[in-house]
């Protein structure tokens, strides 16, 4: 049976490359642990900017803007993004027939990869994975108009698998962040200098492959469901615990911004996770990719840079 033909049956489908040396749920609560080096601490997705402004106050303006958060971000933008990353890795080349797709794969980035990973080791992350994985970073870094919550987004997603691949090194997050470090490193911008360091034979491809439309790093939804299923982390588990820590970081942050207390705070969170399991099955059964309309929480977020006393860097 193929991968695909599993997914669709509902079996349970991991990459081909998982790190089976651990738990999935041990992994799972510490990738979810405050404590893991991710840096989400440092940014509040433009909640601190309105509770400044006097937009959003108490524990209603609290909840209002989680609702927001768990209905548009989570919901119809993040969400999704974590569900075709994570079908992307898992099925090692393309997410599960079905699924719509995201943007065309671009033959010299799937040519680049497969030479790089041919020079290194066997890998079972096919060239049209990690082309099809870059074009949907790409759409999820474009479709957030802040650049403060680009670079935040960009920032935590590429901490998230440098981390992860130290710490577990699994064969294809190891093909897939040396290829996404050497680009980085090399400076990434369809200049001839981007090939040094590879085979003569790739040199052109990889020259050629990179411009400012393709990313170096990967967001941070992207990243969570490589990781994910990098640990052999069910699809749903997957999808509920990101919402889980995006919504729990936005308590934290907002008992730093605002006047509420601890078990206030984690009252209103307990009452809106008893909302996630909807929310994660509407995902999975509209298979809708990534789309974005939070024109309030954008504009928030693009003001952030305008607060006068500012603690988190967006």
Known sequence: MTGASRMASGESVVASGVDRTSSPLLSLLHLCDSLFPLGGFAHSDGLEAATASGRITGRDGLRSWMDACLDDNLGRFEGPAVI???RVFAMGSAPVVGSPPVVGSPPVVESAFRRTSECRST???APTGVATLLELD??????????????????????????????????????????????????ARARPDVAQGFSPAMSMDVA???????????????A???????????????????????????????????????HEAHALLASLLTRVPAVAG?????????????????????????????????
């Open 282 to 314: 509407g995902i999975l059964a509209r298979g809708d990719p990534p789309a974005a309309f939070m024109p309030a929480m954008d504009l928030a977020a693009m003001s952030h840079q305008y607060v006068h006393s500012r603690l988190f860097r967006s």
């Open 84 to 86: 075709l990353a994570w």
């Open 224 to 262: 969570f469901g490589v990781v994910c299923a990098s640990a052999g982390i069910e699809e749903r588990t997957t999808l509920e615990a990101f919402i889980y820590t995006r919504l729990a970081s936005t308590v934290s942050c907002a008992m730093r911004v605002m006047s509420i207390g601890q």
């Open 208 to 222: 050629q492959a990179f411009s400012p439309a393709v990313p170096v790093q990967l967001t941070l939804p992207v």
């Open 138 to 187: 790409a759409e999820v870094h474009a479709l957030r108009p802040s650049s403060a919550a680009r670079q935040a987004s960009r920032a935590m997603g590429t901490r998230l698998l440098k981390t992860w691949q130290q710490i577990h090194q699994t064969r294809d997050v190891d093909d897939l962040s040396e290829f996404l470090d050497h680009v980085a490193k090399s400076g």
């Open 123 to 125: 890998t079972s992350m």
